[in-house]
């Protein structure tokens, strides 16, 4: 066995250094976004264990994702450094209560409650404290418990901890408390225990507490600890730590409180801010170098820190950006939401241009629902583009079912015949109401259901006399035309969902009042408001090189204009009025043959009733056809990204003979002009147009 070669410490900077060198015992390492935490504590894992202060194998590292586990399992592995045990606390607890439950339980048989048995009960004991157990009831009653357990919250306490935590839970504190208790209760039955993943931490925990014999053998195999993310550790997560830590004190923690924006899941940074007077020798760094972004990057991220309040203020990093200038941060208005998606989309076809790869640029937002404009724009200026953590706007299930009310609407003769109206009514019974309703999951169901009714509302706008019929036409037309996600694309992410990521370009969108901050968030105010700061410097701290904040100021183009910018800029950015991008032409309301109305979405894409003649030259379309299935080709993309069958045959009806002709047909936008205008005006030209 070779002996590994040893560090190269003057890779690091002098506070890397300071956290690596410094000795075994507590160490606390405040690490600002992109100065290098990974690094640094995988080479004091590695330093250590080369110098003979710490044998690997009684080394446990943890991390809160499986991601983030595997790269410092991998970065030891580069430093010649194997044997250390890197994994997520629930990964660590479930190795060791299989270990040690027959000491503690003896033959009693237990099992991890999979996610739909898990559901189901959880459904079960709803209904049975009385509370309306629908789907998105049932939801919010699992993350109420899940919260509870997390921050070590009893079923008598927790109604009670609700008002002191400011929660929102989908019933009476009292009811969702007996749903709790019911829970736990039925999760044991003489066939065995059940156990979800907050059970395995405080069985762990509870083992190692009560049976000497357990801690005993557990401490002898695990005399170092290390622990990433600090600032999310929850009360349980926590209590773990401390079990199997006991009375020593050798743990090695990295964290930013400016970071912390998973409260609403119990994460809570006091132990982070508290290390040095729990552990009085104490070791704390500072890394405040950053190598992510550029330094008009992290001097608008500390601009933007810099007016946080409360305790966790006083804390706060100052990041030093290390990377050569670059160009500094823009900041647009737009006159509304689908004019600032498309204008996005324009800026990231620029980036393409320029070199940077769609796959190291991300659009960010606050909300799910906020991803529909952006996909329809992306996809309408042939990006690729993928949704992280979650699905398209058109493939989640609530939209789905919802599209599937409209269509039974449409199959009645006894409805009025406003869309408008009608859809309002049909997604009333799957949770859409005049009011956002208090539960997390019902809230996100009902800000997708919105969105949806506010897409119907624009295709009513912009189409007068369409019938429902013809707006599931449509919407069912905007579905197919979705590009399927694909890793090599843009990414589109809630803030929440960017977490631990970067990307060279970040357009961060909807930066508005009652978005970010969230409504909630003002309404409740205090730390609430100040965890919606933290997630916007996230989201500003994912960047490398180029940033934009945006903020639309209404809905649609129609709307008021009566959104505010968020108050996070203020005093950062001066007034800015509405940037003004050139928009589409609106579809067809008459046919261009026989001159009569159309009613259809697709008559109205296609300029013409279908039994009217649009005299199409056959060779032509042949031409257009094989020229879009090349250039499909090359882009390694799906033809109708290029452009739609109907596009094609309306151009090749109309024969276009300039940039404005082009513009005005249906399907072909600004975007598309830059990408194909001077070719296809080419294929018509040579086909004596």
Request: aromatic residues 6%; hydrophobic residues 40%.
């Given at each position: 066995?070779?002996?590994?070669?040893?560090?190269?410490?003057?890779?690091?900077?002098?506070?890397?250094?300071?956290?690596?060198?410094?000795?075994?015992?507590?160490?606390?390492?405040?690490?600002?976004?992109?100065?290098?935490?990974?690094?640094?504590?995988?080479?004091?894992?590695?330093?250590?264990?080369?110098?003979?202060?710490?044998?690997?194998?009684?080394?446990?590292?943890?991390?809160?994702?499986?991601?983030?586990?595997?790269?410092?399992?991998?970065?030891?592995k580069r430093l010649g450094v194997g044997g250390i045990q890197a994994r997520t606390f629930h990964s660590a607890a479930m190795r060791q209560l299989q270990y040690f439950w027959p000491q503690v339980v003896g033959d009693l048989p237990w099992k991890?409650?999979?996610?739909?048995?898990?559901?189901?009960?959880?459904?079960?004991?709803?209904?049975?404290?009385?509370?309306?157990?629908?789907?998105?009831?049932?939801?919010?009653?699992?993350?109420?418990?899940?919260?509870?357990?997390?921050?070590?919250?009893?079923?008598?306490?927790?109604?009670?901890?609700?008002?002191?935590?400011?929660?929102?839970?989908?019933?009476?504190?009292?009811?969702?408390?007996?749903?709790?208790?019911?829970?736990?209760?039925?999760?044991?039955?003489?066939?065995?225990?059940?156990?979800?993943?907050?059970?395995?931490?405080?069985?762990?925990?509870?083992?190692?507490?009560?049976?000497?014999?357990?801690?005993?053998?557990?401490?002898?195999?695990?005399?170092?600890?290390?622990?990433?993310?600090?600032?999310?550790?929850?009360?349980?997560?926590?209590?773990?730590?401390?079990?199997?830590?006991?009375?020593?004190?050798?743990?090695?923690?990295?964290?930013?409180?400016?970071?912390?924006?998973?409260?609403?899941?119990?994460?809570?940074?006091?132990?982070?801010?508290?290390?040095?007077?729990?552990?009085?020798?104490?070791?704390?760094?500072?890394?405040?170098?950053?190598?992510?972004?550029?330094?008009?990057i992290t001097d608008l991220a500390n601009e933007v820190i810099s007016k946080a309040t409360g305790r966790m203020a006083g804390t706060r990093l100052e990041l030093e950006g290390m990377r050569p200038n670059g160009p500094r941060p823009k900041f647009?208005?737009?006159?509304?939401?689908?004019?600032?998606?498309?204008?996005?989309?324009?800026?990231?076809?620029?980036?393409?241009?320029?070199?940077?790869?769609?796959?190291?640029?991300?659009?960010?937002?606050?909300?799910?629902?906020?991803?529909?404009?952006?996909?329809?724009?992306?996809?309408?200026?042939?990006?690729?583009?993928?949704?992280?953590?979650?699905?398209?706007?058109?493939?989640?299930?609530?939209?789905?079912?919802?599209?599937?009310?409209?269509?039974?609407?449409?199959?009645?003769?006894?409805?009025?015949?406003?869309?408008?109206?009608?859809?309002?009514?049909?997604?009333?019974?799957?949770?859409?109401?005049?009011?956002?309703?208090?539960?997390?999951?019902?809230?996100?169901?009902?800000?997708?259901?919105?969105?949806?009714?506010?897409?119907?509302?624009?295709?009513?706008?912009?189409?007068?006399?369409?019938?429902?019929?013809?707006?599931?036409?449509?919407?069912?037309?905007?579905?197919?035309?979705?590009?399927?996600?694909?890793?090599?694309?843009?990414?589109?992410?809630?803030?929440?969902?960017?977490?631990?990521?970067?990307?060279?370009?970040?357009?961060?969108?909807?930066?508005?009042?009652?978005?970010?901050?969230?409504?909630?968030?003002?309404?409740?105010?205090?730390?609430?408001?100040?965890?919606?700061?933290?997630?916007?410097?996230?989201?500003?701290?994912?960047?490398?090189?180029?940033?934009?904040?945006?903020?639309?100021?209404?809905?649609?183009?129609?709307?008021?204009?009566?959104?505010?910018?968020?108050?996070?800029?203020?005093?950062?950015?001066?007034?800015?009025?509405?940037?003004?991008?050139?928009?589409?032409?609106?579809?067809?309301?008459?046919?261009?043959?026989?001159?009569?109305?159309?009613?259809?979405?697709?008559?109205?894409?296609?300029?013409?009733?279908?039994?009217?003649?649009?005299?199409?030259?056959?060779?032509?379309?042949?031409?257009?056809?094989?020229?879009?299935?090349?250039?499909?080709?090359?882009?390694?993309?799906?033809?109708?990204?290029?452009?739609?069958?109907?596009?094609?045959?309306?151009?090749?009806?109309?024969?276009?003979?300039?940039?404005?002709?082009?513009?005005?047909?249906?399907?072909?936008?600004?975007?598309?002009i830059n990408n194909f205008g001077a070719e296809i005006l080419q294929i018509v030209s040579s086909h004596g147009a």
């Amino acid at each position: 066995m070779t002996t590994p070669q040893a560090l190269d410490l003057s890779l690091l900077d002098e506070d890397q250094r300071q956290a690596v060198l410094a000795p075994r015992g507590p160490v606390c390492i405040l690490a600002g976004a992109g100065t290098g935490k990974t690094r640094t504590i995988t080479y004091r894992m590695a330093y250590l264990a080369q110098q003979g202060m710490i044998n690997p194998t009684n080394v446990l590292a943890v991390s809160f994702t499986t991601r983030a586990a595997g790269e410092m399992s991998d970065r030891l592995k580069r430093l010649g450094v194997g044997g250390i045990q890197a994994r997520t606390f629930h990964s660590a607890a479930m190795r060791q209560l299989q270990y040690f439950w027959p000491q503690v339980v003896g033959d009693l048989p237990w099992k991890i409650l999979p996610p739909r048995e898990r559901y189901q009960l959880i459904g079960r004991v709803t209904r049975m404290a009385t509370i309306e157990p629908s789907k998105d009831n049932v939801r919010d009653v699992s993350a109420e418990i899940d919260w509870a357990k997390a921050t070590l919250i009893t079923p008598e306490g927790y109604p009670e901890a609700v008002q002191r935590f400011s929660r929102k839970p989908p019933a009476k504190p009292e009811l969702v408390a007996k749903a709790y208790a019911k829970y736990e209760e039925l999760k044991a039955s003489p066939e065995g225990m059940a156990l979800d993943f907050s059970d395995l931490l405080a069985h762990v925990a509870g083992a190692i507490e009560t049976s000497p014999g357990v801690a005993e053998q557990f401490r002898q195999q695990y005399r170092t600890f290390v622990v990433d993310e600090y600032q999310d550790v929850t009360p349980l997560q926590q209590r773990v730590l401390e079990a199997w830590l006991g009375p020593r004190q050798d743990l090695t923690v990295v964290g930013d409180a400016n970071q912390t924006i998973y409260s609403f899941a119990g994460a809570t940074p006091d132990n982070l801010l508290n290390f040095s007077r729990t552990y009085k020798d104490a070791v704390v760094v500072k890394l405040q170098r950053d190598y992510r972004s550029t330094p008009q990057i992290t001097d608008l991220a500390n601009e933007v820190i810099s007016k946080a309040t409360g305790r966790m203020a006083g804390t706060r990093l100052e990041l030093e950006g290390m990377r050569p200038n670059g160009p500094r941060p823009k900041f647009k208005a737009y006159e509304s939401e689908p004019q600032e998606a498309a204008e996005v989309a324009a800026q990231i076809l620029k980036l393409i241009r320029r070199g940077v790869p769609e796959s190291e640029i991300a659009v960010l937002y606050r909300i799910n629902s906020q991803s529909l404009a952006l996909e329809e724009a992306l996809a309408d200026a042939g990006i690729s583009y993928q949704v992280r953590g979650g699905e398209g706007f058109f493939d989640r299930a609530e939209i789905r079912l919802a599209i599937g009310e409209l269509v039974k609407a449409s199959r009645r003769t006894d409805l009025p015949d406003d869309p408008v109206q009608v859809t309002r009514a049909a997604l009333a019974g799957i949770g859409y109401s005049s009011q956002e309703p208090e539960g997390a999951q019902a809230r996100e169901r009902w800000q997708l259901l919105d969105a949806l009714v506010g897409l119907v509302e624009q295709q009513v706008a912009t189409m007068p006399g369409i019938t429902l019929t013809g707006v599931i036409e449509d919407l069912q037309q905007r579905r197919a035309n979705k590009q399927p996600p694909t890793v090599n694309g843009v990414t589109l992410a809630t803030i929440h969902a960017a977490k631990g990521l970067e990307w060279d370009a970040v357009f961060l969108v909807g930066v508005t009042e009652n978005l970010l901050p969230f409504r909630h968030a003002i309404k409740a105010g205090g730390e609430q408001l100040e965890e919606e700061r933290r997630l916007f410097y996230v989201g500003i701290t994912r960047a490398r090189e180029h940033l934009q904040i945006s903020w639309p100021l209404a809905k649609n183009p129609d709307s008021p204009a009566n959104r505010k910018r968020s108050r996070f800029l203020d005093g950062i950015v001066p007034s800015l009025q509405a940037s003004s991008g050139k928009s589409r032409t609106s579809r067809a309301k008459a046919c261009r043959v026989c001159r009569q109305p159309l009613s259809l979405a697709a008559e109205k894409a296609l300029g013409r009733h279908e039994d009217c003649d649009g005299g199409m030259e056959e060779g032509l379309f042949r031409a257009l056809r094989s020229w879009r299935a090349q250039r499909a080709k090359e882009m390694g993309c799906p033809a109708y990204i290029v452009f739609s069958d109907i596009t094609l045959t309306n151009i090749a009806e109309s024969k276009p003979r300039d940039n404005a002709d082009l513009l005005s047909i249906p399907g072909v936008g600004p975007m598309k002009i830059n990408n194909f205008g001077a070719e296809i005006l080419q294929i018509v030209s040579s086909h004596g147009a």
